[in-house]
């Protein structure tokens, strides 16, 4: 199968505009995204997808891919959907462009289940990281994730699912970390279909696909989510790179 990354990059953000442009360590965060798919070697090609010509030099000026986007998108999803529309290709992953530690073995188990018994079912794929802190659980901007016994998803929200009533039963609560891997028919259709209500309140893409009975399974990692979205997270990015240069 012909397996393409894409990299959604919009320059305005409402939580921290122009976070993809900021500075990481002597390169903007959407370069660091883009070199860290590409080492992980899985693709035939990795494309940033944008609408901002500043994004674009940015990567150009590194050599890497560009694909401009025409129309204007409210989501990285409908993003992709155009810029794959004349690609031949089958599957497409969806990196977030402010999660620049984006690992290879993550990318790799995410695609592995195109590949496995059952995968004619599997629409598109995704990853979820097991969360213990209270405040990680109650954070809103942490997408949590419930799932059925065969790591099929259920739903995604910004609440806290499920609901502890019984305090004495066990959970484990899911992180929803931002990587998708698409059937290309999957992506299409999702750019065709309008945003319902769900969706609209919660404001996660993922639940269209949901709502319209796409098949998500959902994948363990235990590498950390480290996505950012506010300047104290871009702060705890820099004192990472700066570490792991330490040692």
């Not at 899985?42 to 986007?69: C, P």
């Not at 950012?228 to 702060?235: G, S, Y």
């Amino acid at each position: 199968m012909r397996t393409i990354a894409m990299i959604p990059a919009r320059y305005e953000a409402s939580r921290f505009p122009g976070k993809l442009m900021q500075d990481l360590e002597g390169k903007p965060v959407i370069l660091r995204t883009y070199e860290a798919a590409k080492a992980t070697a899985l693709f035939d090609e990795v494309y940033v997808v944008t609408d901002s010509e500043e994004i674009r030099n940015a990567v150009e000026q590194a050599s890497g891919k560009v694909i401009m986007s025409i129309a204007e998108h409210s989501c990285g999803s409908d993003r992709i959907a155009e810029a794959v529309q004349d690609l031949d290709i089958d599957i497409v992953v969806n990196v977030q462009g402010d999660e620049p530690f984006t690992n290879a073995e993550d990318m790799h188990n995410v695609l592995q289940v195109f590949y496995e018994e059952g995968a004619e079912d599997i629409d598109l794929a995704s990853l979820m990281t097991p969360m213990r802190a209270e405040s990680e659980i109650e954070n809103p901007n942490n997408v949590k994730v419930i799932v059925d016994q065969h790591n099929f998803a259920l739903y995604f929200s910004r609440a806290p699912i499920p609901y502890p009533r019984d305090r004495d039963i066990e959970v484990t609560y899911y992180k929803h970390k931002g990587i998708y891997a698409f059937r290309k028919e999957a992506v299409l259709d999702f750019a065709r279909l309008p945003m319902r209500n769900l969706e609209a309140s919660e404001k996660i893409e993922a639940i269209r696909y949901l709502e319209y009975g796409k098949r998500i399974k959902m994948v363990h990692s235990d590498s950390p989510a480290i996505g950012i979205d506010t300047p104290q997270d871009l702060e705890e990015a820099r004192n990472i790179l700066r570490t792991k240069k330490q040692q």
